[in-house]
């Protein structure tokens, strides 16, 4: 591959990534449904034709995010403490303002979506975190390590896992509409303290 074959596939990863970084912080400040590929593009400050090029419609465009999603539950998973991992995924995901990094909860925009109703494309409903038993099968195994190391009092881990998942959705329920500074993060504690 010549150098100019791998600048090209640079250039287009990082306009790729751009664009949907701009979607995110969109689809985060206006909803999915309000936010429109034109939008997307404005903001980019690229043509519409352009961004057709990168996504074919938004919903791909929206699922482009199960990378960083996939990266935000590796790192978790890494963690040596599985207290400490679920702590940090209910921080991240719960975040009601965009913080100084410019970090915005990309799992949080996905699942809101389809908490809104804003995703009925048959195409992806498939790929509903709500329907996927994501408490029991993401959480569960990280409280049978935590129980298993002594940090959790003994029970199902796969039912505390679906029961933290939900209380993690009720709050964003909660504060849907008006995103704001919300104490539930330090309520995370008290709540995982009960398993």
Same mark, same amino acid.
């Given at each position: ?7 090209? #596939? ?60 996939? $990266?935000?539950?590796?790192? #978790? ?28 909860? =990309?799992?949080?925009?996905?699942? #809101?979506?389809?908490?809104?109703? $804003?995703?009925?494309? =048959? ?5 509903? =975190? ?16 935590? #129980? ?8 199902? =881990? ?38």
């Amino acid at each position: 591959m010549s150098i100019s074959e791998k600048k090209k #596939i640079e250039l287009e990863k990082q306009r790729r990534q751009q664009i949907s970084s701009v979607a995110l912080g969109l689809f985060y400040k206006n909803g999915y449904k309000n936010t429109s590929m034109v939008d997307i593009a404005k903001a980019a400050n690229i043509s519409k034709g352009l961004i057709y090029h990168y996504f074919k419609n938004k919903a791909e465009l929206l699922f482009s995010y199960q990378d960083k999603l996939d $990266e935000c539950l590796n790192e #978790i998973n890494e963690f040596g403490s599985a207290k400490e991992a679920i702590y940090e995924f209910g921080r991240r995901f719960l975040l009601r303002e965009v913080d100084e990094t410019g970090y915005i909860p =990309p799992l949080q925009v996905y699942v #809101i979506v389809f908490v809104k109703g $804003e995703m009925d494309d =048959p195409d992806y409903m498939d790929r509903n =975190p709500l329907y996927q038993d994501f408490g029991q099968n993401y959480f569960g195994p990280l409280f049978e390590k935590g #129980i298993e190391a002594g940090e959790f009092k003994q029970g199902d =881990p796969k039912l505390y896992g679906d029961i933290y998942w939900h209380y993690l959705l009720g709050n964003v329920l909660e504060t849907l509409d008006a995103r704001r500074s919300s104490k539930k993060t330090q309520d995370l504690k008290k709540v995982i303290s009960m398993f």
